[in-house]
C-alpha cells in the first residue's frame, strides 16, 4: 500500500493551482465574432428556444453533460461530522473521478444547512442546472429522506453514491463469488456487520438479486438487529431478525457463507472466519483499516474468498467502478431518474465483464498477466476501460426500456464508438484503420514474436479480425510464453526460421537476394548466413510472397533495420530514399510529423523526396495534404544554413506540383496559426488553409518535436513510425510501443499492403 504523508497530501492539494478541477470553454473565443456568439446578443437566440421547447436545453447546453456533487459535510469519508466547506476537497476529488473516468463534467456544491428540508429546498432551487445530482457523504438517516425526496421532486437522476455505489459494486461481487464458489443466492445465510446508508442500500439490493431476508443477520454497535428492539428505525427494521439464538458477532457467524463488513477495522477473528461455511465469502469494507486484514484472512482457511476498499488486495469494491458510468448512461439518455432496472443492469455488466479475457492495459498497471475470473479476480479492475462502454450502455439500455429517458439509442454499437472516443481510448482515424484493414486482413509477420507485447498484439489483431498473424520464434518457446500470458494462439502460424531447412525457404531467400544484391558484393553463403537473423528471414517472407506485411522494432535498432529494408525491400522506383511519418492526433486536429526516424541530415534533394512521400501517404489517409515544410525561419530571411535547402526543396515541390499545397520555409507558428500567416505573408500558397502536414528540416527536429508533445500532452494520441517510400509494406515500431501502438501499427501494414496488390492488379 502506497504510504500518504500529511505533507504530500496537502502539497498535492495546494501546489499549482490550488484544488483539484476547473472549468474550460469549449468553443471558440479568439475573436469579436465569436464573443457575441457565447454572449450577447448570439445567446439570446438559445434562451428563446429554451423558453419554447425545454428540453432543447439539453441540445443548447451543458446540461446533459453535468452534474452536481452535494454535501453538507456530515458524513465525510471517516472523518465524520466535519461541516460542509471541510468536505470540500472531498467533492472535488469526486468531481476530478467524474471527469476522467467518464467524461462527465461536475460542479461540487457544499450546503451549509443539516436540516433535511431546508437542505432539500436548495437543492431543488438550484436543479434545473444539472443533469444529474450526486448526494455525497450526508449521514443517516437523513440521507435516506433526502434522496427519496429529491427523487419525487425531481425530474433528472438523483443518487446518493455512498447507498448505491456501493451496494451496485458489492452486489457484482456478490454475484460472481458465489458463481465461484457454486453457491445458490436464495440459499446463502448473510452476515451484514453495519447498519449505515450503505450496508442497508446493499442488503436491499442483495435482496433485489434474490437473497432470503430470513437468511440475513445485520449487526449495529449494539449488536445483533431484533424484531423485539424497542425503537429501531424502518431501515433497520426491515432487516431485524427474530432469530433467539444470536447475539453477538461471534454467533451471527457460525456457518454463514457471507459476511458483509461496512462497519469499522480488525473486529472480525480468525476463528470467526474458521466457523463460517465452506468456501466462505468475506467483504471487509472498512476503510482504510478493514473488518479483518486481507492477510489473515488468508490465513484463517485456505478457501475464503476475500475482498476489500483497499487497491492493493484482489477483488477491491471500489464506488469508481460504478458512479461515473452510471451516470453516464444516465445523461446520455436524458433521464428523468437512476432506477431499479438501471441499478440492477450496471451490476450484471459489472459481473459480466470480470468473466471476459482482460485488457492488457489493466495486467500492465497491476504488473500481472494472469488475472481470470476465479477467487482472486471476480471484480473488474476501475482502471478496466471496458466499464464505460458495458456499463454505461447497460444503464442507458435500461432507461429507456423502463420508461424513464428522454432520448433513445437505437445504434449501440455506434454508442460505444462515442463513449470510447470521449474517453481518448480509440478516435475516428484509429477506428477507420481498425475498420479498413478488417475489410482486407493480410498476411503480417510479427518479427519479434517472443516479445511479449508484439506476441499480444499478433493475439489482439487476429481477434479483431485485422490480420492473419505470423509470429517468428521457437514453436515451444512462444507456446510457453503464451500460456503464460494465458493468450489463445488458434489461428497464429509460427515459423522457426532455424528449422526451416525442410522448407528450404532459407535457400530461395539467399539465392533472391543475392541475384538482387550481387553488384554490391554479395555472395550466397553470406546471404544464406543472414537469413538466420529475424528481419532479414521476415522481410523475404514477405520479399517472395510467403506474407503481405512485417513489423519490426521492438528489439532491432532503427539502424540495422534501414539496412536490412533497403537491401531486402528495396527503395520504390519513383523515389530516391524512404522515411518515416508519425501521426499526432491532438484536441486541435490531426497533424502528420515527418521525417522521424531515418533520414539524419537531409540535403534539399532528399527533403523534396521526403515532401513527396509525405504528400503521397497523408493522400494514402484519405486526407488532402496541406504541408508546411519548416525552418527556423521565415521566407528568406536566413540565406545560410538549413533556411537555404528547405527553400529550395520548397522551389523543387511548387515547380513539380502546382496544385499541390505546400509553401515554406517557415516557422512552426506560422505554419499553425493561418491567421498569423495571412496577415503576414498574404503571398503564401497556403493562404486561408490549415496546416495538416509538417515536414522538419532533419530528423533531430522532427523527432524531438512529436515526441515533446507526446509528454507534454498526455491525451494525444500517437500512431506511428509510418513507413513511407519501400517497395513493401515493412513498418517499423518504437522499442517503448504498447500493444495498442503495435496494433495501429499492424492496420496501417495491412491497408498499406492491400493498396499495393491493387496497384499491381492482384
Known amino acids: 500500500m502506497v504510504k500518504i504523508t500529511k505533507e504530500a497530501a496537502l502539497e498535492y492539494h495546494e501546489n499549482g493551482r490550488p484544488g483539484k478541477i476547473e472549468v474550460k470553454p469549449t468553443k471558440p473565443y479568439h475573436t469579436q465574432t465569436d464573443l457575441s456568439l457565447a454572449y450577447s446578443p448570439g445567446v439570446a437566440y438559445p434562451c428563446l428556444e429554451i423558453q419554447s421547447d425545454p428540453d432543447s436545453v439539453y441540445k443548447y447546453t451543458d446540461k446533459g453533460n453535468l452534474v452536481a456533487v452535494i454535501s453538507n459535510g456530515t458524513a465525510v469519508l471517516g472523518l465524520g461530522d466535519i461541516g460542509a466547506m471541510s468536505g470540500k476537497p472531498v467533492m472535488e476529488g469526486k468531481g476530478l473521478l467524474f471527469k476522467i473516468y467518464g467524461g462527465i463534467d461536475v460542479f461540487d456544491i457544499e450546503v451549509a444547512e443539516k436540516d433535511p428540508e ?275 450502455a447497460a444503464v442507458a439500455k435500461a432507461a429507456i426500456e423502463s420508461g424513464v429517458a428522454r432520448k433513445t439509442i437505437t445504434d449501440w454499437e455506434a454508442y460505444k464508438k462515442n463513449l470510447r472516443q470521449l474517453l481518448g481510448q480509440e478516435t475516428v482515424l484509429t477506428r477507420k484503420l481498425h475498420d479498413t484493414a478488417r475489410l482486407h486482413p493480410q498476411k503480417v509477420v510479427f518479427a519479434e514474436g517472443g516479445h511479449p507485447t508484439m506476441m499480444k498484439a499478433a493475439v489482439q489483431a487476429k481477434q479483431e479480425g485485422i490480420c492473419n498473424p505470423i509470429l517468428l520464434g521457437n514453436p515451444d518457446r512462444l507456446t510457453r510464453l503464451a500460456t503464460r500470458l494465458k493468450l489463445d494462439l488458434t489461428g497464429v502460424e509460427i515459423i522457426d526460421m532455424r528449422a526451416d531447412q525442410e522448407q528450404g525457404r532459407r535457400a530461395t531467400f539467399a539465392k533472391h537476394l543475392t541475384e538482387k544484391r550481387s553488384r554490391q558484393g554479395y555472395t550466397f553463403d553470406e546471404a544464406y548466413d543472414k537469413m538466420y537473423e529475424r528481419n532479414y528471414f521476415g522481410m523475404s517472407l514477405v520479399e517472395n510472397g510467403y506474407a503481405d506485411a512485417f513489423i519490426t522494432g521492438l528489439y532491432t535498432k532503427y539502424s540495422n533495420t534501414i539496412k536490412v529494408a533497403k537491401e531486402v525491400i528495396g527503395v520504390r522506383p519513383e523515389f530516391n530514399t524512404f522515411g518515416t511519418m508519425h501521426i499526432l492526433n491532438t484536441q486541435k486536429g490531426t497533424y502528420y510529423i515527418a521525417d522521424t526516424l531515418i533520414n539524419r541530415h537531409p540535403d534539399e534533394n532528399v527533403l523534396t523526396d521526403i515532401a513527396k512521400l509525405s504528400a503521397h501517404t497523408v493522400k494514402f489517409f484519405n486526407e488532402e495534404p496541406v504541408i508546411a515544410m519548416l525552418s527556423y525561419s521565415n521566407f528568406g530571411t536566413d540565406e545560410k544554413g538549413s533556411p537555404v535547402k528547405v527553400h529550395t526543396a520548397v522551389k523543387h515541390m511548387q515547380d513539380l506540383y502546382p496544385e499541390l499545397a505546400i509553401d515554406g520555409e517557415m516557422q512552426v507558428n506560422f505554419a499553425l496559426n493561418k491567421e498569423l500567416r495571412d496577415d503576414k505573408y498574404p503571398f503564401s500558397r497556403l493562404k486561408g488553409k490549415d496546416v495538416n502536414t509538417l515536414v522538419f528540416p532533419n530528423m533531430s527536429s522532427a523527432n524531438c518535436s512529436y515526441k515533446l508533445l507526446q509528454a507534454l500532452d498526455p491525451d494525444c494520441e500517437i500512431i506511428g513510425p509510418i513507413q513511407m517510400g519501400l517497395n513493401k509494406a515493412i513498418h517499423f515500431t518504437d522499442f517503448e510501443s504498447s500493444v495498442n501502438d503495435v496494433v495501429n501499427i499492424t492496420a496501417v501494414a495491412v491497408i498499406d499492403a492491400y493498396v499495393e496488390k491493387l496497384k499491381n492488379g492482384k
Open 118 to 392: 431546508k437542505f432539500c429546498e436548495a437543492v431543488e432551487k438550484i436543479a434545473p442546472t444539472f443533469g444529474g445530482i450526486n448526494l455525497e457523504d450526508i449521514k443517516a438517516p437523513e440521507c435516506f429522506y433526502i434522496e427519496e425526496r429529491l427523487k419525487k421532486t425531481l425530474d433528472i437522476p438523483v443518487m446518493h453514491d455512498d447507498q448505491h455505489g456501493t451496494a451496485i459494486i458489492s452486489s457484482a461481487g456478490l454475484l460472481n463469488a458465489l458463481e465461484v464458489t457454486g453457491k445458490d443466492i436464495t440459499k446463502v445465510k448473510i452476515v451484514v456487520n453495519g447498519a449505515g446508508a450503505a450496508a442497508i442500500s446493499c442488503t436491499k439490493l442483495y435482496v433485489s438479486l434474490g437473497a432470503k431476508v430470513e437468511n440475513i443477520v445485520m449487526l449495529d454497535s449494539k449488536g445483533v438487529i431484533t424484531k423485539d428492539r424497542e425503537r429501531l428505525s424502518p431501515q433497520k427494521a426491515l432487516f431485524a431478525t427474530s432469530r433467539k439464538d444470536v447475539h453477538t458477532l461471534e454467533e451471527a457467524m457460525k456457518n454463514a457463507d457471507v459476511f458483509l463488513g461496512l462497519s469499522k477495522g480488525n473486529i472480525l477473528t480468525q476463528d470467526m472466519i474458521r466457523s463460517m461455511a465452506n468456501n466462505p465469502i468475506v467483504f471487509a469494507l472498512a476503510n482504510p483499516v478493514p473488518e479483518i486484514s486481507y492477510e489473515n484472512a488468508m490465513e484463517s482457511r485456505p478457501d475464503v474468498l476475500m475482498s476489500t476498499g483497499r487497491s492493493d488486495y484482489p477483488n477491491q469494491i471500489n464506488n469508481v467502478i460504478g458512479f461515473p458510468y452510471i451516470f453516464r448512461g444516465a445523461l446520455d439518455v436524458h433521464a428523468r431518474a437512476i432506477n431499479e432496472e438501471m441499478k440492477l443492469a450496471a451490476v450484471k455488466a459489472i459481473a459480466d465483464l470480470a468473466k471476459q479475457p482482460v485488457p492488457d492495459v489493466v495486467n500492465d498497471v497491476y504488473h500481472v498477466s494472469d488475472l481470470t475470473f476465479g477467487p482472486k479476480y471476480f471484480i473488474p479492475k476501475p482502471v478496466d476501460p471496458r466499464l464505460i462502454t458495458e456499463v454505461s
